[in-house]
């Protein structure tokens, strides 16, 4: 019996999933929040949450919404904002299958795409797989960049 995988969908992030999406932030970005010094309050998590909200996508599992995306092109790369997935649902692919897209719209326009992680996030393993590299840090993140050739040569799905 073959085990098939699950679909994944991306679709606009309206203002209904905001409650959800609030829950989901608290869920996966607390712990590293707090461990950099970073504000772990509502208000902080929902001022964050809005940012770039016109950007946001809930990735979809089957049909249920299982996590976010907020991405955008602009005129020298793409910019991955947040990404986050349910935490019953890491290590499962998600992640980096919703990544992958990414990478394979800025290669097809021939750009980078950067992100930025805080130190001790175990998401820094999943951008180091595929092909980020560190180009810059402060006191609580790393700068990430993947350039185009690194997409290609991660099989960009």
Not at 108 to 133: C, H, I, M, S
Request: aromatic content about 6%; proline content about 5%; charged content about 25%.
């Amino acid at each position: 019996m073959s085990t098939r995988e699950p679909a994944l969908t991306l679709r606009p992030a309206l203002a209904a999933d905001e409650a959800f999406l609030f829950e989901l932030r608290k869920a996966t970005m607390t712990e590293h929040l707090a461990r950099v010094g970073e504000p772990v309050d509502d208000v902080t998590h929902r001022a964050r949450l809005l940012h770039r909200y016109d950007t946001a996508w809930v990735i979809c599992v089957d049909g249920t919404p299982a996590g976010l995306l907020k991405a955008h092109r602009t005129e020298t790369g793409w910019v991955v904002v947040q990404l986050q997935i349910a935490p019953a649902l890491q290590g499962r692919g998600i992640g980096e299958r919703v990544l992958r897209r990414v990478m394979h719209a800025a290669q097809a326009d021939a750009l980078p795409v950067t992100l930025k992680v805080l130190k001790g996030n175990p998401a820094k393993r999943l951008y180091d797989r595929l092909g980020f590299e560190v180009v810059g840090e402060d006191d609580m993140q790393l700068y990430m960049q993947c350039a185009p050739r690194a997409a290609a040569e991660a099989g960009a799905e």
